[in-house]
């Protein structure tokens, strides 16, 4: 069973930067494409960012294009979400996600994806 671990979340004022973390425990994260979803609250989760297995392919939701760059280093079991130029409207929690295959679903919808960390609170405030 493939388990996470989110960090890097936090308070920070708009413009600012955070990276987010999402580590794998009791299994390799090699042969799975990783996603990044929020949920601010009131509203739906949102599929952000996906990576393939090996991290030649990356998605981005329009939201984020051009300000989150997701990454992972295999090696570390890890993978990472690179957040600029934050807006208020980013605050959310924020949860690393994992598909049964080593290519993105064509849509980020949780649906396409087995395996859920616990999510880490980022709020993006003056």
């Known amino acids: 069973q493939l388990q996470f671990v989110e960090s890097g979340g936090g308070l920070v004022q708009p413009g600012g930067s955070l990276r987010l973390s999402c580590a794998a425990s009791r299994s390799t994260l090699d042969y799975y494409a990783i996603a990044w979803f929020r949920q601010a609250p009131g509203k739906e989760r949102e599929g952000i960012s996906c990576?393939?297995?090996?991290?030649?392919?990356?998605n981005y939701a329009d939201s984020v294009k051009g300000r989150f760059i997701v990454s992972r280093d295999n090696a570390k079991n890890t993978v990472y979400l690179q957040m600029s130029s934050l807006k208020p409207e980013d605050t959310a929690i924020y949860y690393c996600?994992?598909?049964?295959?080593?290519?993105?679903?064509?849509?980020?919808?949780?649906?396409?994806?087995?395996?859920w960390g616990q999510g880490t609170q980022v709020t993006v405030s003056s």
């Open positions: 996600a994992a598909a049964g295959r080593s290519v993105c679903p064509r849509r980020m919808t949780e649906a396409g994806f087995d395996y």
């Open positions: 990576i393939s297995s090996g991290g030649a392919t990356t």
